[in-house]
């Protein structure tokens, strides 16, 4: 028997096959790379979509390839409650047009994981409503978990008499 | 005019507004902003409310987080695989070995490793300690914030019987860092079983002690009862899991759904809610904890049927081999040079291991470049995503309501702001 993240992966492939780069299911975790501005239509499908329910964002969040082309990879896990299976898609991001839509509309548990990407990674979602700075603090300068950023710089102070 | 000529100033002539007709008026009353936290003494989790008040209502609230963020995965991304062990016990201070549990289970899934089952057994037993742990700090806590001292001392001691057999199993109480990929830090101690029955006697009769005196407490239970509610399917738009989604009655528990490690062969019940307020998931918790304890009992007894063998797999990529053969042979000498210097080479890939935590899913998305530095360590946070919907369960409910709200959310701020 198909297993649900093949079933899912076909079935996306089937109805959208212009937005899917390519898939993967290595170490058993089934993957779909799609294209970034396909991906409030692709996030769509797998919600509404009989038989697939993704009804959960579970995770959202971003992987800096330093060196690559594009450079930037958003990295979503969907979960299906009423199936219980799950799904990961991932959209590349170049570095000059660090932007992608926002997933709110579709989940909005996004709000605040988009906001954790923006600050650590300095990706843009279009279409956020409020996007600020999640951990950091708003005259923070950088976006810390890219891999150009060192680890030992230091920020300058801020606050009353600085 | 001199000073002493002064117009006399008649204090009775004033218009006086103090007629108690107002008060049943419709004043006209503006918002008041009220900041509190990040260090505020009712709520355990360091976090700032920028809260708008209508009166005593809740009308707004922005939640402010990230006062304990330390960098979690810049840091991860500069050590080797075990490095990033210690680090993981300082997310969730309360269960720190189910986050080293969720760490290292996702580098094994990656690598390949099956640990072997005397492993199995022994961390789902720390787990479940642990979960018994957090769930204490949470509800005990609770009640200390709703004024009531007695009930959190009775957690607060039962947590100790649960750190005091933590330090049996990995001699730290707090910051176990008692899981490794590929095993556990060493066997168990050989009176650890015997203690540990003691001690689960003792959790049983403090947490009765527990239930005397808050599951029926009026005043405890008007505090909680319909307050913070949240629907089912605000919990599924927003990614809510754990307790607070198993009390609006979704019975979704990882430990169940994706059995990992030995709990397909555990015998446990999953307890779920109906309405979704703070009582449910008071009672949700208080109910895991008991039934946590029934799953040590469990591996206690599987261990014993078990008998000895090794707890950690033999794996020379993430294990260090036996001393007697490090003595004696070459090879294995280079290889406990290579494991301790550098450690695990873990292949080029991806993979996500989730398993349920005290709060919820706790997921652990690892990405490797092939080398034995971690490209990217993601904890995927129950708290932050918990915390989200905060407002839909706090708004227009009263100030004070927020307090118990927030204690049933558990923030937990090391792993909330990483």
Known sequence: MEDFGSLALRRLLEAMPAAVHGTHAQVGDATALVRAEDIVPVMRFLRDTQGLEFDMLTDLTCVDHFGETPRFEMVYHLYSVAKNHRLRVKARV????????????????????????????????????????????????????????????????????? | MSAGEQEPHWLTERTRDTSADDLHGDLHTEHQILNMGPSHPASHGTVKFVIELDGETIVNIDTQVGYLHRGFEKECESGTWYQAIPYTDRLNYNSAILC????????????????????????????????????LTRCGAACLELAAMTPFLYGIEARELTWDLCEMLCGARVTSNYVRIGGVKHEMPRDFPARCRDHIA???????????????????????????????????????????????????????????????????????????????????????????????????EALEKLGPGPVNVDDPRVRWPAKGRVFNRMEELIQQFKSVTEGPRVPAGEAYFALESANGELGFYIVSDGSAVPWKVRCRPPSLINLQPLPLMVKGSLLADLIPTFDFVNMIGGECDR
């Open chain 2, 100 to 135: 080293n549990l969720g760490y290292c289970m996702a580098v094994e899934k990656l690598l390949g490793i099956e640990t072997p089952e005397r492993c199995q057994w022994q961390r789902v037993m720390a787990g479940e300690l642990a979960r018994i742990a957090d769930h």
């Open chain 1, 94 to 162: 170049p570095e000059e047009k660090a932007h992608i839509d926002t997933l709110i509309p579709v989940w909005p548990a996004a709000n605040w994981l988009e906001r954790e990407v923006w600050d650590m990674y300095g990706i843009r979602f279009h279409g956020h409503p409020d996007l600020r700075r999640l951990l950091l603090y708003e005259e923070f300068q950088g976006h810390p978990l890219r891999k150009d950023y060192p680890k030992e710089k230091r920020q300058p102070l801020v606050g009353p008499g600085n």
């Open chain 2, 202 to 300: 003792k959790i049983r009769g403090l947490l009765a002690d527990f239930d005397e005196v808050v599951t029926g407490n009026r005043i405890f239970v008007d505090r909680l009862r319909g307050t913070g509610i949240i629907s089912r399917e605000d919990c599924i738009r927003y990614g809510v899991t754990g307790p607070i989604l198993r009390s609006v009655g979704v019975a979704l528990d990882l430990r169940k759904q994706e059995p990992y490690l030995t709990y397909e062969q555990i015998d446990f019940d999953v307890p779920v809610g109906s309405v979704g307020d703070n009582y449910d998931r008071f009672l949700v918790c208080v109910e895991e904890m008991s039934q946590s304890l029934r799953i040590v009992e469990q591996c206690l």
